[in-house]
């Protein structure tokens, strides 16, 4: 069975600076699909970044980028320039051939002005 | 604007009312789900469906029912609501079920306290 654990339940940074979220996973899968999913004060769930475990190269998308580490089943996220509207929680999440989303624990970061 | 509506966003009900919480998709959207949230445990699916009166269990169905009788509404129904089903739910859907590989668009979420 997918197993996600985050394994910081709380994170803070100093606005403009740089933060890593870390996540791993566990699945026996070799083709399967990686995501963070971002959930504002609003509740609003809203993706992020998401990551094919096919692909060697890490996805970026502008400030948001992850080092997903295959081998060792991390895949964490790092925040550039971080700003006051990423104060969230961010959940990472796998899924696999069964089409079903395994979710970790979540990680609330805050951003310091 | 393209959307997922759930209704009420809070709801504190009592021990076995039964209720409905509403979703509706404006997308034309085949896939639809209903997951739950809470603290320490993430999200969990509850159920899914993947088109109109295809309906299957998730990770966490019992006490929980569906109906999918249009694409674009999937309701959750508590028949006997329970003090353990306090929690924030949320609806999400994507174009077709591999479309969840790629994204799923959530609802603003429904906070539901059962006394």
């Known amino acids: 069975a997918q197993t996600v654990t985050q394994s910081q339940p709380e994170m803070s940074v100093q606005e403009a600076e740089t933060v890593t979220l870390s996540c791993t996973y566990d699945?026996?899968?070799?083709?399967?699909?990686l995501f963070w999913y971002k959930q504002p004060p609003s509740r609003q769930m809203i993706l992020v970044i998401r990551q094919e475990a096919y692909k060697q190269q890490n996805a970026t998308e502008n400030r948001f980028s992850v080092n997903f580490q295959k081998a060792a089943k991390s895949f964490s996220l790092k925040i550039s320039d971080s700003q006051l509207g990423d104060a969230a929680m961010y959940f990472c999440a796998s899924a696999d051939s069964n089409y079903q989303l395994i979710w970790g624990a979540g990680t609330k970061l805050i951003i310091k002005p | 604007e393209a959307q997922v509506t759930q209704n009420p966003r809070y709801l504190i009900t009592v021990t076995g009312k039964k209720l409905t919480v509403t979703c509706s998709q404006n997308?034309?959207?085949?896939?639809m789900s209903w997951y739950r949230q809470d603290p320490g445990l993430g999200l969990r699916q509850i159920y899914y469906s993947m088109n109109v009166e295809v309906t299957d269990k998730g990770d966490v169905p019992e006490g929980y029912k569906v109906s999918r009788k249009e694409k674009r509404n999937f309701p959750l129904i508590l028949e006997s609501p329970s003090p353990n089903q306090t929690s924030l739910y949320f609806c999400?859907?994507?174009?077709?079920?591999?479309?969840?590989?790629?994204?799923?668009?959530f609802g603003p979420g429904t906070r539901l306290t059962v006394l």
């Open positions: 997308m034309n959207h085949e896939y």
């Open positions: 699945t026996s899968e070799s083709d399967y699909y």
């Open positions: 999400a859907s994507s174009s077709t079920i591999t479309d969840i590989y790629n994204e799923q668009f």
